[in-house]
C-alpha cells in the first residue's frame, strides 16, 4: 500500500483552486483573438467548418468574452446584421489576415476585395494597406456592410 502525503496535497489542491477563483475573479474579459478549433468548431452564421486560415473571422463579446467563429468575413457582418444592436456595440471583430494568417483588430486593419473566400463573400483583410495586392479594391467596414444589405 503507498504512503501519502495527505497535508501536501490538500494544500496542492487548494493552492490550484485559490489560482482559479483568483483568475475568474479579476474582472478582465480577455477580448484577444484566440485561433478556433480548425476543422472542428464550425461558422456561427451557415454552420460550415472553420478551416481556411487567410479568411477566417471571429466576434468576441466584450461585456462575456463570449467567442462566434465565422468560416467568412461576410457571415461575420451577417450574422451581426441579424442580432441585436447591442451586440454589435460591444463586439470586438478580428479576422485572418488574406497574406500571413494572422489575427487583425478589422477595425484597425485594411479590408479588400474580390477574393475567393469559403462562402464567396469575397472580402479579405490585411494587416497593413502596403500588403494589399495592387489590383484589389481597397473598403471601408461600412462599405462592406452596405454591399451585404444590398445583395438581401
Known amino acids: 500500500m503507498r504512503n501519502f502525503n495527505f497535508p501536501k496535497i490538500a494544500f496542492a489542491s487548494s ?4 489560482v482559479a477563483v483568483t483568475a475568474a475573479c479579476s474582472g478582465k474579459i480577455n477580448t484577444d483573438a484566440k485561433d478556433p478549433k480548425w476543422d472542428r468548431d464550425v461558422c456561427e452564421a451557415c454552420k460550415m467548418l472553420v478551416s481556411d486560415k487567410h479568411f477566417t473571422a471571429q466576434m468576441v463579446d466584450s461585456s462575456t468574452g463570449k467567442r462566434y467563429y465565422f ?14 444592436p447591442e451586440v454589435a456595440s460591444r463586439a470586438v471583430i478580428y479576422a485572418t489576415d488574406a497574406k500571413s ?15 475567393v473566400t469559403p462562402m464567396s463573400f469575397g472580402f479579405g483583410v490585411f494587416a497593413s494597406e502596403k500588403d494589399v495586392p495592387a489590383d484589389k479594391k481597397i473598403l471601408t467596414v461600412d462599405e462592406v456592410k452596405a454591399r451585404l444589405a444590398s445583395k438581401k
Open 71 to 84: 468560416d467568412d468575413l461576410g457571415c461575420l457582418f451577417n450574422w451581426l446584421a441579424k442580432q441585436k
Open 101 to 115: 494568417g494572422k489575427w487583425v483588430d478589422v477595425n484597425k486593419g485594411v479590408i479588400a476585395e474580390t477574393f
Open 15 to 18: 493552492l490550484a483552486v485559490v
